[in-house]
T-cell receptor, first 119, second 110 residues
Framework: EAGVAQSPRYKIIEKRQSVAFWCNPI?????LYWYQQILGQGPKLLIQ????????DSQLPKDRFSAERLKGVDSTLKIQPAKLEDSAVYLC?????????????????FGPGTRLTVL | RKEVEQDPGPFNVPEGATVAFNCTYS??????FFWYRQDCRKEPKLLMS???SGNEDGRFTAQLNRASQYISLLIRDSKLSDSATYLC???????????FGTGTKLQVIP
């Protein structure tokens, strides 16, 4: 079974530039998550989709971050404009979670992440 | 108070030792609990879900204490390959938002 795919794996940009990340979840997984992981911290949920609808985006800095999952499959996360504090690993995960709620029997499968450095 | 709290460690233990981690959560309405493992510069991977009655998988045992609002992970007979960061994950709040702890770093020493 193919895993969660993410691209690019690394990105270096200057502050105030824009950047976009792409995620392709495991086939058949209804729920897709974007996380931000700053060095030394646990992943922080930015946005969660169930199919192409948003379940939770309470921690997404909406003035600069946006995300979409138009056809309920692939997703993109964009930062515009980037700030120094956005330097982090951006992880995409997917789970079967039909209801959008992660049950104890569900597993989140993570992609390899995109390591973003903002200079 | 943070929604999910873990001791960041590091826990340095000799091979063969038993080590235990705790994770506390603040929202009593939390429903689902997990332990994930993250190796250095890698993505997190599910280690085990935590069931209400507790569960065991080989050398690993997970427990849930709803009264005191914490979960625990016990690792017996530690191996060098157990060296990693162990992340506690909780579905919190009415909307069951997925929240990770900061992780506990384990280093198993020869």
């Amino acid at each position: 079974e193919a895993g969660v795919a993410q691209s690019p794996r690394y990105k270096i940009i200057e502050k105030r530039q824009s950047v976009a990340f792409w995620c392709n979840p495991i086939s058949g997984h209804a729920t897709l998550y974007w996380y931000q992981q700053i060095l030394g911290q646990g992943p922080k949920l930015l946005i969660q989709f169930q199919n192409n609808g948003v379940v939770d985006d309470s921690q997404l800095p909406k003035d600069r971050f946006s995300a979409e999952r138009l056809k309920g499959v692939d997703s993109t996360l964009k930062i515009q404009p980037a700030k120094l504090e956005d330097s982090a690993v951006y992880l995409c995960a997917s789970s079967f979670a039909e209801t959008g709620i992660l049950q104890v029997t569900d597993t989140q499968y993570f992609g390899p992440g995109t390591r973003l450095t903002v200079l | 108070r943070k929604e999910v709290e873990q001791d960041p460690g590091p826990f340095n233990v000799p091979e063969g030792a038993t080590v235990a981690f705790n994770c506390t959560y603040s929202n009593s309405a939390s429903q689902s609990f997990f332990w994930y493992r993250q190796d250095c510069r890698k993505e997190p991977k599910l280690l085990m879900s935590v069931y209400s009655s507790g569960n065991e998988d080989g050398r690993f045992t997970a427990q849930l204490n709803r009264a005191s609002q914490y979960i625990s992970l016990l690792i017996r007979d530690s191996k060098l390959s157990d060296s990693a960061t162990y992340l506690c994950v909780v579905n919190t709040g009415g909307y069951q938002k997925v929240t990770f702890g900061t992780g506990t770093k384990l280093q198993v020493i020869p």
